[in-house]
């Protein structure tokens, strides 16, 4: 899980894993400094990240900077100096 949260430009801050356990919950932080939950399922599975990124704006020119996974699907589609960041009018936190 740490080489996974690095490949996110993040970190994992748990010190143990529950070997094959997939729904037990994880601390981990993001290149941006927020701290989050989530499972290994979510993260390696599910492709989630920091709730806090995906919820605050777009900001994938920044994202893309820092996480070497969001890299790899934004860079071939954009500039390098492309860093629009879109803020969001809803979240699902609202719904
Ligand atoms: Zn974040």
Redo the contacts with the bound molecule.
Sequence with gaps: MKGAAQFRG?QCLSESLVKGDWRGKLRFR?????E?EASPRLVLEGGH?????ERKSWNYGQRAKVDPFFAQVWNPLHEPDELREYPKEVTELDI
């Excluded at 990240?49 to 990124?53: A, N, Y």
């Design positions: 993040g993001c290149a941006f400094g927020h989050f990240w920091c709730p806090e990124c």
